[in-house]
């Protein structure tokens, strides 16, 4: 079953035992609820002050301002959105950093059994680069968050050099994901009355013309159906792409951005929520609300970037909070995966796991030091689900 049906119809019917038969829209708006994680209890800390479940371990792949271990390339400030990409019988994960004006994006290469074999930097000179998303066509997609930001299209085994996508529209971008299914990139706006939008290439896999479109609705909406419209001029001077038309719905602080099986996951950190944008039918649904989470609680605070897993696992990282990644598994439960020890002035950022699924890479953008230049960039191993 698809990821998106199978999350709705095991959530729903949960959470509507819980509230008495309530409907299908209350009940999922309520459904993901705390529990025991699929991994176990969380174990004391690694040597990396970091809690995983049993039979998980860490190690740390970079350093800001440290070398690489074994390359001369010295690991970049903020460390923030990321993902992995194969390469021969190895991989790539690129990290960008959210720092203004140098920004940019750095990658490192993996062989077959992990280790590192390069580092090298793919994007440089732009401004607060926060997230991003891949393409299917092994592009990496880096974000500015700031007024008029650009994505900028970057290859991630740097033979290439990065070009400037403006038609996808100049707004504060946070993320984004590709939806080869029905041919759109969406993308989320990371300020209080943001917007959700969609950019249509006119040829899949060429970024450089194509359409954007914002997401329409009432903005008290938390389900059910929704329209697209044209933005008119992407460009968003003199008024800002998420200000052009009429309809669009707001979204507080949108955040990361995650697609599979026919479902646009999506993150609003200002109301902590996290959305489910079902591209077959044209609606959106909540996932999860700590507000609406029973008895209180939450585990999950301050939400930001999102991936998921071939299990059908949503991963997701904590913008403060409790430093943690939780996922949110299909059959509807929210339980810490790890969390990262005394490093509270922090955030966790650009989960992404390695192609075959066997490794977790995440960052603490600001670490131990709770400053751009601490940011210390993770691998975790483990027997994941499959």
């Known amino acids: 079953m698809e990821r998106r049906k199978f999350l709705r119809v095991?959530?729903?019917?949960?959470?509507?035992?819980?509230?008495?038969?309530?409907?299908?829209?209350?009940?999922?708006?309520a459904a993901a609820q705390p529990g025991p994680?699929?991994?176990?209890?969380?174990?004391?800390a690694d040597a990396n002050d970091i809690l995983l479940?049993?039979?998980?371990?860490?190690r740390v792949v970079g350093r800001t301002g440290q070398r690489v271990a074994g390359t001369s390339y010295l690991w970049h400030p903020?460390?923030?959105?990321?993902?992995?990409?194969?390469?021969?019988?190895?991989?790539?994960?690129?990290?960008?950093?959210?720092?203004?004006?140098?920004g940019g994006t750095s990658a490192v290469r993996f062989s077959s059994t992990g280790q590192i074999t390069g580092a090298y930097r793919i994007l440089g000179n732009t401004n607060v680069n926060c997230a991003g998303g891949a393409t299917p066509w092994n592009t990496w997609l880096s974000c500015e968050e700031v007024d008029w930001g650009r994505v900028f299209e970057t290859d991630p085994f740097g033979n290439t050099g990065a070009v400037a996508r403006t038609a996808m529209g100049r707004f504060k971008h946070e993320a984004c994901a590709a939806d080869p299914d029905h041919g759109f990139i969406y993308m989320t706006e990371d300020v209080p009355d943001g917007c959700f939008y969609r950019f249509r290439p006119n040829t899949w896999g060429n970024l450089s013309s194509g359409t954007l479109e914002v997401l329409c609705g009432p903005n008290e909406q938390t389900s059910g159906p929704v329209t697209w419209r044209r933005v008119p001029d992407p460009d968003g001077f003199p008024v800002t792409t998420r200000n052009q038309v009429s309809g669009a719905k707001r979204f507080n602080g949108g955040e990361g951005c995650y697609y599979a099986g026919g479902t646009c996951w999506f993150t609003t950190k200002g109301d902590n929520r996290v959305w489910a944008y079902d591209a077959d039918a044209s609606a959106i649904d909540l996932a999860y609300d700590d507000s609406l989470v029973v008895?209180?609680?939450?585990?999950?605070?301050?939400?930001?970037n999102v991936t998921g897993s071939s299990s059908g696992d949503l991963f997701v990282a904590e913008d403060g909070g409790d430093m943690q990644i939780c996922l949110i598994t299909p059959d509807g439960i929210v339980a810490p995966f790890l969390q990262v020890q005394g490093q509270s002035g922090s955030e966790i950022t650009g989960p992404a796991f390695s192609p075959d699924g066997s490794r977790l890479y995440f960052s603490?953008?600001?670490?131990?030091?709770?400053?751009?230049?601490?940011?210390?960039t993770y691998e975790v191993t483990g027997p994941f689900r499959r």
């Open 53 to 58: 479940p049993s039979g998980f371990s860490s």
């Open 78 to 102: 903020a460390p923030d959105g990321g993902a992995c990409f194969p390469d021969g019988s190895g991989w790539v994960y690129v990290s960008n950093s959210e720092v203004p004006l140098v």
């Open 37 to 44: 994680s699929p991994y176990g209890p969380l174990q004391p």
């Open 364 to 376: 603490s953008q600001r670490g131990t030091a709770g400053n751009v230049f601490g940011g210390i």
């Open 10 to 29: 095991a959530v729903v019917g949960a959470a509507a035992a819980a509230f008495g038969g309530a409907s299908w829209q209350e009940a999922f708006a």
């Open 295 to 304: 008895g209180g609680g939450a585990p999950l605070t301050g939400v930001d």
